[in-house]
């Protein structure tokens, strides 16, 4: 199997993790970059304040997001980019949180993602005194880019991927985290509904 995934990354307008106001893609397919995609998005209604916090590390104002797709209405493009592919983000958890709340708070069925985690890859790939993204993305040879811009995020997460499996020969993204002792995170699976007596 070749080393093929989709490398996501999202912006947060505030604490909530379904408060999603940008979204990054970077389709990999036999260990290059052939695809990406970014949008904005507006996020869901009640985690739609934009904190301070969240505005001066991104940039993304409230009416930036005026006029962009809502949560809704985006879902469908970000599933039909990924596909089946393994998702990979730097800190895939916080990530894969942000999908699944967003859909909570929409009242739509989160889509059962396995995921593998770059910032994971990189601590057993190599050695720095930080694992920050772009640290991580300079040692797997990716130049400066805007951090916190989510396409150039996903980017720079799919090259330390990309690298990675390089230096240890795997040919795919369960072959390089059994080389190095990582995880791939399996989908959730849903929660059978209880019988009500």
């Known amino acids: 199997m070749p080393l093929d995934f989709t490398a996501i990354d999202f912006e947060t307008a505030n604490s909530s993790p379904a408060s999603a106001c940008s979204v990054g893609l970077v389709r990999v397919r036999g260990g290059e ?21 969240n505005v001066r590390i991104h940039g993304i104002r409230p009416q930036d997001v005026e006029t962009a797709a809502t949560w809704e209405q985006q879902l469908g493009a970000l599933t039909s980019f990924a ?9 895939a ?11 909570e708070a929409t009242e739509l069925d989160a889509p059962p993602y396995r995921s593998l ?17 772009p640290k991580a993305a300079e040692a797997a040879g990716f130049g400066a880019f805007p951090h916190h811009d989510a396409l150039a995020d ?12 390089r230096r240890v020969g795997a040919s795919d993204v369960d072959a390089l985290a059994h080389a190095l ?5 399996p989908a959730p699976t849903a ?3 209880r019988a009500v007596a």
């Not at 601590?123 to 005194?129: F, I």
Request: net charge positive.
């Open 117 to 133: 985690c770059s910032l994971a890859v990189a601590r057993k790939t190599y050695r720095l005194e930080s694992y920050r993204l």
């Open 93 to 103: 958890g916080f990530d894969l949180n942000v999908l699944r709340r967003a859909c």
């Open 191 to 193: 929660m059978p509904e």
């Open 83 to 91: 596909g089946r592919d393994v998702l990979v983000a730097h800190n």
């Open 33 to 53: 970059v052939v695809a990406t995609a970014g949008w904005l998005i507006r996020p869901p209604v009640g985690h739609d304040d934009f904190q301070e916090w």
């Open 181 to 185: 002792g990582v995880t791939v995170t």
């Open 154 to 165: 996903a980017r720079a997460c799919a090259q330390i991927v990309i690298d990675a499996a």
